[in-house]
């Protein structure tokens, strides 16, 4: 890794630098769009948010019962600053005694989470979200996707991610049917205002025998 690279991945651990990233390559419309196509919360809806970051999701949801998880400081305590009266916000690595009511949840959400982790750590935390949903809740992942004639800057800009992982679609459908039988998927090329490319993937805990 480049030092430039170094720089920039240190600068957007600020949530003040990470904040106004989103605002210049995500619109509040695109945010609103994806909330009601993809997570389609309803009032009351337990939501477990795993690298919840400084919170920004909490904009576009409704009063569901919220907990987010994060392993930065300066995240948690952004978020605390700004939602502390929608949810609670945990400091902590995702494991079974941070997940509070296991087998409660209607929705976990993992946006931009698997491309930082590996294989193995990528799994680790889909069993802990299999183990926090109720039968028929889901899991909603979005992560930067390589996929086969996408442009040239979406690709650069894929390659600079800070999340080590970015994977093709076969990639992450294949981690995840470790742990998730049921699952859609669908490719975005529109979610930001910059050429790149989304895999979004919505993952329904079935049977307790799945």
Not at 110 to 117: C, E, G, N, P, W
Request: glycine content about 8%; some cysteine.
């Amino acid at each position: 890794m480049s030092e430039r690279d170094r720089g920039l991945r240190s600068v957007l651990a600020l949530p003040s630098a990470f904040g106004l990233l989103r605002r210049v390559v995500w619109s509040d419309g695109s945010n609103r769009r994806f909330v009601t196509r993809y997570i389609r919360p309803r009032d009351g809806d337990r939501v477990l948010d795993v690298g919840c970051g400084p919170g920004h999701i909490l904009a576009y949801l409704p009063r569901v019962v919220y907990r987010g998880i994060d392993m930065s400081e300066p995240y948690i305590r952004a978020a605390q600053h700004h939602w502390r009266e929608r949810g609670t916000f945990v400091c902590a690595r995702v494991g079974a005694d941070t997940l509070c009511d296991p087998g409660t949840y209607d929705i976990v959400l993992a946006i931009d989470v698997l491309h930082h982790l590996a294989d193995e750590d990528a799994a680790h935390l889909l069993r802990l979200a299999h183990t926090a949903l109720r039968r028929g809740g889901r899991l909603i992942t979005k992560d930067g996707c390589y996929v086969e004639g996408q442009s040239i800057v979406a690709r650069y800009l894929l390659s600079k991610d800070r999340g080590r992982y970015v994977r093709t679609e076969a990639q992450y459908r294949a981690l995840v049917a470790q742990v998730f039988s049921r699952m859609t998927g669908e490719l975005r090329h529109d979610l930001l205002r910059i050429p790149y490319t989304h895999l979004v993937l919505e993952c329904t805990k079935g049977s307790a025998a799945e």
